[in-house]
T-cell receptor, first 113, second 107 residues
Framework: EAQVTQNPRYLITVTGKKLTVTCSQNMNHEYMSWYRQDPGLGLRQIYYSMNVEVTDKGDVPEGYKVSRKEKRNFPLILESPSPNQTSLYFC????????????FGSGTRLTVV | SQQGEEDPQALSIQEGENATMNCSYKTSINNLQWYRQNSGRGLVHLILIRSNEREKHSGRLRVTLDTSKKSSSLLITASRAADTASYFCAGGSRLTFGEGTQLTVNP
């Protein structure tokens, strides 16, 4: 089944403790992206990647890192999480430049206390 | 920066009625996409309309695109309670989203 898999689904952590949210897709998509969703703010793009070793900032990249060493994986790294990063996170992938529509993961609900 | 802005923010209708949601966008696009999200879940791609298309159908969905007005609309015909969800439009080279329309279909 074609899918984007995010882990974990739920995570509660403490301020400053580094964490990684994994994202993997099995559709050989070039394009992958991370979004966060907050009430009243909609979905905002954090980082995106056009292909392996090609990443770029989205609209809200501060406090996040990403890497794209393999085509299928696009982990989101929070080096020092803060409470304002409490949010619902989504990973998405698409064939080149989203011309075929995006496939989204099920989301990761992160709480930073 | 938001590409799509949906209108209305919330829409409540009775089962069997049609639901129309509108979207305005800011910059030029190659295509515009509509997504659905059930509460707290991932977004599901519904339909994509290319910039050279004016209308597209998929089942009970009808999407129109007016590039001169930078606007699109999504029509859901004969709505069902199961259509209750948030609907988002998205476009642009980085696929940026609006805040969505929350549709409630009452049985």
């Amino acid at each position: 089944e074609a899918q984007v898999t995010q882990n974990p689904r739920y995570l509660i952590t403490v301020t400053g403790k580094k964490l990684t949210v994994t994202c993997s897709q099995n559709m050989n998509h070039e394009y992958m992206s991370w979004y966060r969703q907050d009430p009243g703010l909609g979905l905002r793009q954090i980082y995106y990647s056009m292909n392996v070793e090609v990443t770029d900032k989205g609209d809200v990249p501060e406090g996040y890192k990403v890497s794209r060493k393999e085509k299928r994986n696009f982990p989101l790294i929070l080096e020092s999480p803060s409470p304002n990063q409490t949010s619902l996170y989504f990973c998405a992938s698409s064939s080149y430049r989203g011309k075929g529509g995006y496939t989204f993961g099920s989301g990761t609900r992160l709480t930073v206390v | 920066s938001q590409q799509g802005e949906e209108d209305p923010q919330a829409l409540s209708i009775q089962e069997g009625e049609n639901a129309t949601m509108n979207c305005s966008y800011k910059t030029s696009i190659n295509n515009l996409q509509w997504y659905r999200q059930n509460s707290g879940r991932g977004l599901v791609h519904l339909i994509l309309i290319r910039s050279n298309e004016r209308e597209k159908h998929s089942g009970r969905l009808r999407v129109t695109l007016d590039t001169s007005k930078k606007s699109s609309s999504l029509l859901i015909t004969a709505s069902r309670a199961a259509d209750t969800a948030s609907y988002f439009c998205a476009g642009g080279s980085r696929l940026t989203f609006g805040e969505g329309t929350q549709l409630t279909v009452n049985p």
